[in-house]
């Protein structure tokens, strides 16, 4: 939170419309390098932004009550039911229809010359 508050004194926006998409930090040393997306509008940044982006860039208590809330939502839906694979036949297996040959074109011929050798 304390990155997206910077980042918006310095742009002089809101912390809403600024959203971290990753930090990248490097062994053994201090610095990081992140990778920030800034809009003018809450509301443009509600379309463009990934849901899952959103929802990391939420506080943690706010990001725990989302999650909550879509696990019952996942919960509360019926599973589709797989379809029943169709038994197989016991002895001979099904014969598969065979591709049909492409026809051929018909290549051009090449005409040569006879070279005579001279001895």
């Known amino acids: 939170m304390d990155l997206r508050k910077a980042i918006a004194t310095k742009y002089g926006t809101?912390?809403?419309?600024v959203y971290v998409v990753d930090i990248?930090?490097?062994?053994?040393?201090q610095s990081a390098i992140c990778a920030v997306q800034v809009y003018d509008d809450t509301q443009t940044a509600q379309r463009v932004v990934a849901k899952h982006i959103q929802?990391?860039?939420?506080?943690?208590?706010e990001r725990k009550r989302v999650k909550e809330e879509q696990a019952k939502k996942q919960e509360a839906k019926?599973?589709?039911e797989k379809p029943k694979p169709a038994?197989?036949?016991v002895g001979k297996p099904a014969e598969q229809p065979k591709a049909e040959a492409k026809e051929e074109k018909p290549k051009p011929e090449t005409k040569r010359a006879a070279v005579a050798k001279k001895t």
């Open 55 to 61: 929802i990391r860039n939420l506080p943690p208590d």
């Open 24 to 29: 990248d930090t490097k062994t053994g040393t």
């Open 14 to 17: 809101k912390p809403e419309n």
């Open 78 to 80: 019926p599973m589709a």
């Open 87 to 89: 038994e197989k036949a």
